[in-house]
């Protein structure tokens, strides 16, 4: 008996990794699989098979990029329908916003049997939501959204997404004891109890209706100090007259009224007096409600189960296009999601990391050179426009010369004519 029980752990400790989705877009026949929806008719928009601006490899990065701006996106891929029930799930896929998203998701969908292709858009029932979600500087968080009993349940943390332009990976591993972890980039971001973190059940604990706080309860912590006095010479008006100011000359009592100086700040004035503030004797701390069991709540040991899933997609919204999805794995083993990452995503990230640096390096000195030859164009212009507004004033003064020898000539022709009569 001994020598059967440690076999069957031996054969449940090897036992060898279920993968129900492994997707790497390494060709453009995933059209064969992934369906994009129609459902929003012209408002769709389309994927397209690129590896992007920068990459590592050229080919082994392409992914499904969404290409057309202010658009819905919707595409899925179904499989053969599992259950979570006694297994740990582990959800992974990378996402590159190469067109630094101002606002869009990046996550991915997991559904039912009931959720086709097609007609898969926003409305559409899902089992699982996970992933990033960026809008403007207010919304930058990760999603993590499960479905139970027919509601969708969102997190009641915020978990914050990468913003960038380069590759992440996000992992989400939810685990048969009822616990569930947040990776990126292969390093654990959150965690903890799935009761902890989203509404799945009632509280444990509820308020006592029947308790009430006692009438004599003072939980006024401070109060007026009864032998503080106020000063005699406290009360001080708040405007004086201006002591500075001075009638005018002209004024005229009968014209105008009575003189009278204009109002400021007296720097006399306390404001109003409050006695000082000491400790309440009779102070007996805030009022706490006592609990009770709450008779409504029902324990539910299978929070973590999914069943019926059968197919994960794609279904976004973005203003500005350009994310590039790629390397989904769905599995129930972490140690294979680990080392597909390595194997996948450290490549990738290592190898674009490098190609971002050397275009944007370029692209700064490219910057420089047209921001130089603009400034030279603009100082050759001006120099030019200096030099013809020179010649001009030269001009017009050799013309004002020449009229002046002109008139003085003619003055002088004049004079001479006059001494001839």
């Known amino acids: 008996m001994k020598l059967f029980i440690l076999c069957a752990l031996l054969a449940g400790a090897f036992a060898e990794p279920t993968v129900y989705l492994k997707e790497e877009f390494d060709s453009e026949s995933y059209t064969d699989n992934w369906i994009e929806s129609t459902h929003k008719g012209a408002e769709q928009g389309k994927f397209k098979w690129t590896a992007g601006k920068f990459y590592n490899d050229a080919e082994k990065d392409k992914g499904i990029q969404t290409s057309q701006d202010a658009k819905f996106y919707g595409i899925l891929k179904k499989f053969t329908p599992f259950s979570t029930d006694g297994k740990t799930l582990v959800v992974q896929f990378q996402v590159k916003h190469e067109q630094s998203i101002d606002c869009g998701g990046g996550y991915i969908k997991l559904v039912g049997s009931d959720v086709e292709g097609k007609t898969f858009h926003g409305e559409s029932p899902y089992k699982i939501m996970f992933g990033p979600d960026i809008c403007g500087s207010s919304t ?12 969708n349940l969102l997190i009641k943390k915020e978990i914050a997404c990468k913003d960038d332009e380069l590759t992440h990976l996000y992992t989400l591993i939810v685990n048969p004891d009822n616990t569930y972890e947040v990776q990126i980039d292969l390093e ?16 444990k604990k509820i308020k006592d209706p029947k308790a009430e706080k006692p009438k004599d309860w003072v939980d006024t912590e401070k109060i007026d100090d009864p032998t503080d006095k106020k000063p005699e010479d406290w009360d001080k008006p708040k405007n004086i007259p201006d002591p500075k100011a001075k009638k005018p000359d002209d004024w005229d009592s009968e014209m105008d009224g009575e003189w009278e100086a204009p109002q400021i700040d007296n720097p006399e004035h306390k404001g109003e007096w409050k006695p000082k503030q000491i400790d309440n004797p009779d102070y007996k701390g805030p009022w706490i409600h006592p609990e009770i069991d709450n008779p409504d709540y029902k ?37 294979t999601a680990k080392q597909y990452g390595e194997e996948t995503f450290k490549k990738t990230a290592e190898g674009e990391k490098k190609m971002k640096e050397k275009q944007d390096e370029e692209q700064r000195k490219k910057d420089e050179e047209e921001e130089k030859k603009r400034k030279e164009e603009e100082d050759k212009k ?12 030269e001009s017009d003064k050799a013309a004002e010369e020449k009229k002046d020898d002109t008139k003085e000539e003619t003055e002088k022709k004049d004079e001479s004519k006059k001494d001839e009569l």
């Open 299 to 335: 324990p539910d040991s299978d929070l973590y189960v999914q069943k019926d899933i059968a197919g994960a997609g794609f279904d976004l919204w973005q203003v500005k296009a350009g994310t590039i999805f790629d390397n989904v794995l769905i599995t129930d083993d972490v140690a």
């Open 382 to 393: 001006k120099k030019e426009e200096d030099e013809k507004k020179k010649e001009s004033g």
């Open 140 to 151: 930058k968080k990760v999603h993590v959204i499960f479905n139970y009993n027919g509601k």
């Open 188 to 203: 654990r971001v959150d965690g903890g109890k799935l009761e902890d973190d989203w509404d799945f059940l009632l509280p």
